[in-house]
């Protein structure tokens, strides 16, 4: 008896782990003119399509997946051209339903992780939509008054919606859909919540998943992210505690103008290429900042990495770009390169009334919020 037993168990781990690697994903969609349900596996760089189905008169599928990983990895199922994420693991079996517009209207069971996901994904998305609504609300007709209360409004609503992303990373830190709500952004965010701050909920989320799924795939790319991170905080510490490297270089007119000239004023110090082609709107919204804080002591300071003056003053003159902005004509071997340690273009630093660095590669609502901060 005690031989049979044994054998039995065995056989019964055997299969078990025969089916841990497969997953069945079960559901339906009511309310859409689509008919087709895809699924995707989702990398850091790419989509890829692994199957599709047809609903059928009811919008049922049944989709089948082989050789999934032990611990959970993200997927999409797509319908409509909105994306359902889910974090599967080899011997899920999931039921997934949604009414109307999915993205915002599903349900799921089965994975732990696919419902924590379903949970921070509703109310992320019904902010983000909810942020768009405001914007939209504004218009030429309205008063200065009215716009400074929507934009009141607007940043009620931004601060909830990030408060309620990092309470979900805190008390989910040990769960993949931890790692999932790290990478999710607002429109025109940059960073998690405060720049340099945020390495600490990637440390708190890494240290927890090692824990929990020590075999995460997931891992290495957030322990690389925490060095860059970190990397770059000993970098602006080390720029903090000595001068800044001084920049003298001409402007158009072939006038020599020096970063030092600046100090007293907050600077926003940006290196960039006429020659990439890309600056439209990058400086179209350095304009309005421009404007906006000039008159208090605010100077743009822009340092273009190129070897073409025609090129380089045409983007000037045709942008109307009302700040300094000079260059060497070395391109990548200009020095500034190695003394501000500038890895990609554009690029930013902003400098305090004191003269001390404050921030990088700040864009948007971030950037603006640091320059009303220390002007």
Not at 219 to 230: K, V, Y
């Amino acid at each position: 008896m005690k031989r049979i037993f044994i054998v039995s168990a065995l056989l019964l781990a055997a299969l078990t782990s025969c089916q841990s690697s497969k997953v069945k994903i079960t559901g339906r969609f009511v309310g859409t003119q689509a008919d087709m349900v895809y699924l995707e596996q989702a990398t850091a760089l790419e989509q890829i399509l692994l199957d599709s189905i047809r609903l059928d008169e009811e919008g049922r599928f049944n989709l089948k997946l082989d050789k999934v990983a032990a611990t959970p990895t993200l997927y999409n199922v797509v319908i409509d051209n909105e994306r359902i994420p889910l974090l599967l693991a080899g011997g899920d079996n999931i039921e997934l339903n949604a009414a109307g517009k999915a993205s915002l209207n599903y349900t799921v069971e089965g994975s732990e992780e696919s419902e924590l996901l379903q949970l921070f994904n509703k109310s992320y998305i019904e902010g983000a939509i909810k942020l768009n609504s405001i914007i939209a609300n504004i218009t030429d007709e309205l008063s200065e008054e009215q716009v400074k209360a929507i934009s009141a409004e607007y940043s009620r609503l931004y601060l909830d919606i990030k408060k309620a992303q990092l309470h979900f990373i805190v008390e989910n830190k040990d769960h993949i859909a931890a790692v999932y709500a790290l990478h999710q952004r607002l429109p025109n965010d940059h960073y998690l919540f405060n720049g340099n701050g945020d390495v600490i909920y990637y440390r708190a989320v890494a240290d927890a998943v090692a824990e929990t799924y020590p075999d995460s795939p997931y891992l290495p790319i957030l322990r690389s992210q925490i060095a860059r991170m970190e990397a770059q905080i000993k970098l602006l510490s080390e720029i903090q505690e000595a001068d800044l490297p001084e920049i003298n270089m001409p402007d158009m007119f072939g006038k020599n103008r020096s970063l030092n000239d600046l100090k007293g004023q907050v600077i926003l110090l940006q290196f960039w290429s006429a020659a990439a082609g890309n600056s439209n709107a990058m400086n179209a919204d350095l304009k309005e900042l421009y404007a906006k804080y000039h008159d208090q002591g605010f100077e743009i300071y822009q340092v273009a990495i190129d070897t073409s003056k025609a090129a380089w003053i045409n983007v000037i003159q045709e942008q109307k770009l009302p700040w300094i902005s000079v260059c060497d004509l070395k391109g990548d071997a200009s020095p500034v390169i190695g003394e501000y340690n500038i890895r990609k273009l554009p690029a930013n630093y902003i400098i305090d009334r004191k003269g001390q660095i404050v921030g990088k590669d700040l864009i948007g609502k971030d950037l603006e919020a640091e320059v009303k901060r220390h002007i």
